[in-house]
């Protein structure tokens, strides 16, 4: 039987979700847990990559298992996960559904603050730029719904079969004082730092280092920038996964802007 696994994590303490040899990896962690618990040898199969340090908001993966616990799967799970990844459901379903093939939808959101503080040092990426131009960071960002090749925000992108991507919105949103932005921007997929390059773009063209065109020519002639300098990966979440047969809202409300009027759209 298959089983999805509805889950969220903190990514600073780990190497990405996929397992790696010599490194602590959220998929590593959770597979160990789940044998331990079961019993029996388990693989996961996770939704997507996320990097070092890379947060997750909403992630999705599944297990197969044969038959359902007789105990309570979701209580043990929590007791003995770490503090920085919870589950928040198990879900039974019909067939061989797959976590990551048949995703139709993922989106990420990176946040910024522009002041020192330490309780955010965690969970936003600290750039102390006083004066971010946020409309020209808004404009760059809409352009990327105009394209579908996204080749020169990529590290490798000759290791892909190919390099579209179908991104279906963006946003730049800020809070009342202007010291935090979140970026958010949803797609099909996405390649290898993909968001943490654009973002990296998005803010030189805030602080008058890039121009709009510049950013838009990469996009026209699909050469790889010489330089891509990604943003921080601490900043970044994993924040909605969606399936053709599954559609749950995020459930944790930690830094989602999307839920306080305290954020408003650029």
């Known amino acids: 039987m298959r089983f999805f696994f509805h889950i ?19 998929q590593e962690v959770l597979e160990t847990t ?24 909403q ?10 616990c007789d105990f309570d799967l979701l209580y043990r ?14 879900i039974k379903m019909e067939g061989k559904p797959h976590a990551r093939f048949d995703a139709i939808h993922r989106e990420y959101d990176y946040f910024i603050h522009t002041y020192k503080d330490p309780f955010l040092s965690n969970q936003s990426s600290l750039y102390l730029y006083p004066n971010l131009d946020l409309q020209k960071m808004s404009e760059a960002a809409k352009l990327l719904l105009k394209y579908k090749d996204f080749r020169p925000f ?9 390099t579209l991507c179908q991104v279906s919105s963006t946003g730049i949103y800020v809070n009342t004082k202007g010291d935090r932005i979140r970026f958010n921007i949803a ?15 998005l803010l030189k063209i805030a602080v008058g280092e ?6 838009e020519n990469h996009l026209i002639t ?28 995020p459930r944790t409300d930690f830094l989602s802007p999307t839920q306080s009027s305290d954020w408003l759209l650029i």
């Open 77 to 90: 799970l929590n007791k003995a996960l770490p503090t920085n990844i919870a589950v928040y459901d198990i």
């Open 59 to 68: 992630y999705f993966f599944h297990a197969d298992m044969e038959k359902e």
């Open 222 to 249: 699909l050469e790889v920038p010489k330089i891509l300098n990604p943003a921080y990966p601490i900043g970044l979440y994993l924040s909605k996964v969606k399936y053709p047969y599954l559609d749950l809202p």
């Open 210 to 215: 890039l121009s709009i065109d510049e950013f």
């Open 187 to 201: 797609s099909n997929r996405f390649l290898g730092k993909m968001i943490r390059i654009i973002t990296g773009k």
């Open 154 to 162: 990529c590290t490798h992108p000759d290791k892909n079969e190919h």
């Open 34 to 57: 789940l044998s331990k618990i079961l019993k029996v040898q388990t693989t996961i199969f996770g939704c997507g990559r996320t990097d070092a340090q890379v947060h997750a908001s």
């Open 8 to 26: 969220a994590y903190q990514g600073q303490d780990y190497s990405g979700w996929q397992r790696q040899p010599d490194v602590k990896s959220v």
